[in-house]
């Protein structure tokens, strides 16, 4: 069965320090990958995700993710966060070409970013 | 992107109620729609699979009898919870598989219900 692991439960950083969030998955398949993020009190957006090809996925908002195969992560970087990127951030892998396989979601990492 | 709208967004019930959530892919065609659970704080926890005319495929743990699920249609998906009780209190979000590109689940708004 496929899982996700997000290391950091609760990220606290300053404005403009850069952001790396840890994402690694469990899944001997070829998978897609994704991030999502969660504002307070909103629903989930759709940050990025990885299909195929370069393995450098750039997201919105300044957001960008490297998928790195051999490790089986898919980690989330910012060079500079703003305090408007306060928010839960979502992992999510699922299987290419299965028919039914859903998301599978990390349990999160909140961020915290302080003026 | 593909578009999921869900309805009610909020919903408050008395316990004992039962309330019906809406889950539509509004630009395309979803045979598969899934169905997932947020506790506050939490992450999101898959509650079943709803395939277009067949049964739904429940999570280990998820009462069928409960959370009844119904895909009549290849665009529309409803989750009834039966007899609410608030412990039910939560975020229920559906999503729904495009199967036009690598099954890309597109994510509707989320639905916040409140058992009294």
Known sequence: AQSVSQHNHHVILSEAASLELGCNYSYGGTVNLFWYVQYPGQHLQLLLKYFSGDPLVKGIKGFEAEFIKSKFSFNLRKPSVQWSDTAEYFCAVNSRNSGNTPLVFGKGTRLSVIA | GAVVSQHPSRVICKSGTSVKIECRSLDFQ????????????????????????????????????????????????????????????????????????????FFGPGTRLTVL
């Open chain 2, 30 to 105: 979803a045979t598969t729609m899934f169905w997932y659970r947020q506790f506050p704080k939490q992450s999101l926890m898959l509650m079943a699979t709803s395939n277009e005319g067949s049964k739904a495929t429940y999570e280990q743990g998820v009462e069928k009898d409960k959370f009844l699920i119904n895909h009549a249609s290849l665009t529309l998906s409803t989750l009834t919870v039966t007899s609410a009780h608030p412990e039910d209190s939560s975020f229920y979000i559906c999503s729904a598989r495009d199967p036009g590109l690598f099954n890309e689940q």
